[in-house]
């Protein structure tokens, strides 16, 4: 059974940083793109960040500079450093494993509040 667990959220001030988790099982790690996305309330799900199984990174547009996608397929692991988080950025955060041969897999999200 395939499990994509993510971690790491909460209530940031403006300004601050949070590191998400996302752990994953059931898959061959290593062979996965890995995604971040986030939904906002009354906003579609958009791209965060996405990490090929071969390292190259795509960020979206509101996020690139402050956030970086990495992964650790030893520990089966994507990671989100999220670096001057404004308003904006308060989502549920979903982690995404895609494989063009595989079905996708979708983590149940991570809260981010990003307030004074």
């Known amino acids: 059974q395939v499990h994509l667990v993510e971690s790491g959220g909460g209530l940031v001030q403006p300004g601050g940083s949070l590191r998400l988790s996302c752990a994953a099982s059931?898959?061959?790690?290593?062979?996965?793109?890995m995604g971040w996305y986030r939904q906002a309330p009354g906003k579609e799900r958009e791209l965060v960040a996405y990490?090929?199984?071969?390292?190259?990174?795509t960020y979206g547009v509101s996020v690139k500079g402050r956030f970086t996608i990495s992964r650790d397929n030893g520990e089966n692991t994507v990671y989100l450093q999220m670096n001057s988080l404004n308003a904006e950025d308060t989502a549920l955060y979903y982690c995404?494993?895609?494989?063009?041969?595989?079905?996708?897999?979708w983590g149940q999200g991570t809260q981010v509040t990003v307030s004074s």
């Open positions: 995404n494993a895609h494989s063009n041969t595989r079905a996708d897999y």
């Open positions: 059931g898959i061959i790690f290593s062979i996965y793109d």
């Open positions: 990490l090929t199984k071969t390292g190259r990174a």
